[in-house]
């Protein structure tokens, strides 16, 4: 099992012969220092950021940084902590193993005010019953996710948006 620092168990070794599942790890805090991990794996899903983090290819592999927070009080109010990312990767089979042939984002936005309601932030500005005044903490996520998620290229390496 090999291990990012500060991070959990991600995964075993491909197999010999043909490829077994896609190879997905989970880690904790994921840095720079993935490139090794990446090599032998097919994705790397980074956690516990609390905040929206870059996505990037790393020799062909995707690897998410930090996908924010679903639910979480922190006792923070900063919009920032509202936010988080859907990712879906489709991979296929392949002679000689598995690869992503399509990588996708939505950004989400936690509405707390009443009960707690998970946001697809895209969805919610293209419907005209959204309340006006929740608007603006949408388009801020909106925007502040698709900023974040294509620092290191991103959208210019095939991510693209899940959208209405």
């Not at 790393?58 to 679903?70: A, M």
């Not at 984002?105 to 969805?123: H, Q």
Request: hydrophobic share 35%; with cysteine.
């Amino acid at each position: 099992m090999r291990r990012l620092p500060g991070g959990k168990g991600l995964g075993r070794e491909r197999p010999a012969g043909r490829a077994q599942a896609p190879r997905l790890p989970v880690g904790s805090n994921p840095c720079r220092d993935v490139i090794p991990v990446a090599r032998v794996t097919d994705m790397l899903l980074g956690n516990h950021a609390h905040g929206v983090q870059p996505v990037e290819p790393i020799e062909g592999e995707w690897v998410v940084y930090g996908r924010g927070n679903l639910i979480a009080d922190h006792g923070s109010r900063s919009p920032e902590k509202r936010e988080g990312l859907l990712v879906r990767f489709t991979f296929t089979e392949t002679p000689t193993g598995w690869r992503t042939t399509a990588a996708e984002f939505a950004p989400l936005l936690t509405d707390d005010r009443g009960p707690v309601r998970i946001l697809d932030v895209r969805r919610s500005l293209a419907d005209p019953a959204t309340l006006p005044d929740l608007r603006p903490a949408l388009q801020a996520a909106h925007d502040r996710t698709t900023v974040i998620v294509d620092q290191r290229g991103a959208t210019q390496a095939g991510l693209r948006p899940i959208g209405p």
